[in-house]
């Protein structure tokens, strides 16, 4: 018994001292936003084909729980739930990691497709299946991974939350603080780690950006304008905004019963039309507004596309109302006249498109080729967007002057645009003379100025009581710019024209049968030696083999002669060995 219990303390020591040399517990690392970067733009959401993504998603964890022998019963669905203990292998969080990704991108198919209500259910449903596996994801990572790993899952974990928040529209505050948190995570991450790890991090801070800047909007401490909104939104938000706006124009709306234009007034009975109306009216707003100099101009060329749309719309609107109205004269009336004024209206902001289109090719037709090498606009391309202006202020003059009964104000627009109708055809006469200048024709050139100049001279005298000060202003440079280069094309011409006889017998004074250009050695000419006709091989030049055309070469000439002892030389008669002519009887009466 003594034997026995003496051996008691010596087992029990091995016991602790082997629970001591346990190797720790492996933690895995997993770069969860490269992997999700990678999956996405490789299977379909660089197109936005969720559906895609959702079957490689599918096709991936069928993969997965073959290589692990994580299946799940055959014939009978036998679930095996994925724990803290099961996780063996990094594999295993890459199944959770899939299982989150597949429910979101089924819910983001439903949301693009359109749903109705019964759908929006289902949608809900796939985006709350996401948030379970993602919360997984991260509990799992928080125990199995790596610190990265586990902060990576964390902010994945947090975006997946803000998204069904923000989708729910019940708890927009909780969506923006998930969405803050993500950002917050992104921030640090990007700070370190390589370039490309950098990159991830600022683009996806750039997706959530939008998202937080429309839950504050929502919650009311934004000062984005809805375009900006829309501008910067990605597939979960841009059907949103699209909806909180178009719910507040319909609100707006109802108190919209007319439309104004040149001192007439047109009643909208339409809804769907006052709601196109109201939307470009808020556009041109944000594209007038004090802020507009702080736009980019390819910002403002897509409200300018926007305006068009809602314009468009609209009056597709009227036009099935007059196709509607039947015989009703008073309401074919106001149609007829609502359909005017707003294609009035879109014909003026199509020359405001068209005058920016002309400000962005000014400002890159001054400029020299930079280390950039940007593309310099040429005169022709200013002479053709002026052939547009020229086209749309005739159509809109035409347009408003179609009425029978015009009203001062219709007839003062009509004369302001035909007065802007003359400028920009001097504008035109310009560029294209700066197009004959550059080819050359300076005849040509000569004479488009100086007309440029008559047609800027006669705009002036019209728009001398003209309150559009900026107009007359680009005139009068325009009518001192023809002016100059007139006298600079005249002064160019002389001296061209001087230097002819010149370079004319210049150019025959150095005529030679030598040549007298850096002598090349070709391949014909040095078959017996070994050595290159290609010419270094840092240099790109074409092969020489032969010379052509081929050089001039010196010949003789054949030999002339003068005959100088013709002239003194007298030849003997020949008329005895002429035959003589027989006559007949008759001829020798009548000669």
């Known amino acids: 018994m003594s034997k026995t219990g003496d051996q008691q303390p010596a087992d029990m020591e091995v016991d602790s001292s082997a629970a001591v040399e346990e190797k720790p517990a492996v933690r895995f690392s997993i770069n969860v936003l490269e992997l999700m970067r990678e999956a996405q733009m490789q299977h379909g959401l660089r197109q936005s084909d969720y559906t895609r993504y959702r079957r490689y998603c599918s096709a991936r964890l069928r993969r997965l729980y073959k290589s692990l022998k994580f299946l799940h019963g055959r014939g009978k669905y036998t679930r095996r739930n994925i724990t803290e203990s099961t996780v063996t292998d990094v594999r295993y969080l890459h199944i959770v990691f899939y299982m989150a990704e597949r429910a979101w991108s089924h819910a983001m198919e439903k949301k693009t497709a359109g749903t109705n209500a019964q759908q929006r259910i289902y949608m809900l449903g796939r985006f709350r299946k996401a948030v379970k596996w993602a919360s997984l994801f991260s509990q799992l990572c928080s125990v199995k991974g790596d610190s990265r790993t586990s902060l990576e899952a964390e902010a994945y974990a947090s975006y997946m939350k803000g998204a069904l928040f923000f989708e729910q529209d019940k708890n927009i505050e909780a969506a923006m603080i998930n969405f803050k948190n993500t950002r917050a995570v992104y921030e640090e991450l990007g700070k370190y780690g390589s370039i490309e790890n950098q990159l991830l991090c600022r683009q996806r801070i750039e997706e959530v950006e939008p998202m937080i800047d429309f839950c504050s909007h929502k919650l009311g401490g934004s000062s984005l304008q809805a375009h900006e909104l829309l501008d910067t939104a990605n597939d979960l938000l ?354």
């Open 238 to 591: 841009k059907a949103k905004v699209e909806a909180v706006l178009s719910e507040t124009r319909s609100q707006q709306a109802a108190s919209m019963t007319e439309f104004n234009w040149l001192g007439r007034r047109f009643p909208i009975t339409n809804a769907k039309t006052r709601v196109s109306i109201l939307k470009a009216q808020q556009l041109e707003k944000d594209l007038n507004g004090s802020a507009t100099e702080s736009i980019a101009a390819d910002k403002k060329l897509g409200i300018f596309d926007k305006i068009f749309s809602a314009y468009h719309d609209a009056r597709s609107c009227i036009r099935n109302d007059l196709a509607s109205a039947g015989n009703a004269e008073n309401i074919r009336d106001d149609l007829n006249g609502l359909d005017k004024a707003v294609s009035a209206v879109l014909g003026l902001r199509t020359i405001e498109r068209n005058q920016l289109l002309v400000c962005i090719a000014k400002s890159k037709f001054t400029k020299h080729r930079d280390e950039k090498n940007e593309r310099i606009t040429k005169p022709e391309e200013l002479v053709r967007l002026y052939d547009l202006l020229i086209q749309n202020t005739t159509d809109l003059t035409d347009l408003v002057s179609s009425g029978r009964n015009k009203n001062e104000e219709e007839n003062s627009f009509i004369h302001e645009y035909e007065l802007k109708g003359l400028a920009f055809r001097a504008l035109r006469c310009f560029f294209l003379a700066k197009s004959y200048s550059s080819a050359g024709k300076r005849a040509e050139a000569y004479a488009l100025f100086s007309h440029a100049r008559t047609l800027a001279g006669s705009a002036l005298q019209q728009l001398a009581n003209s309150p559009d000060k900026a107009l007359i202003q680009d005139l009068k440079s325009l009518s001192d710019n023809c002016r100059s280069n007139s006298c600079i094309e005249h002064a160019t011409g002389i001296m061209e024209e001087e230097r002819v006889p010149l370079k004319l017998s210049k150019g025959v004074s150095t005529i030679s049968l030598d040549d007298k250009t850096k002598e090349n050695k070709y391949l014909l000419d040095i078959l017996e030696s070994y050595e290159s006709a290609i010419g270094e091989p840092n240099i790109k030049g074409p092969c020489r083999i032969a010379q052509f055309p081929p050089p001039f070469q010196a010949v003789p000439c054949n030999p002339i002669v003068l005959d100088m002892a013709y002239n003194a030389i007298e030849f003997p008669s020949l008329e005895n060995r002429m035959k003589k002519e027989k006559k007949g009887l008759l001829s020798r009466f009548w000669g």
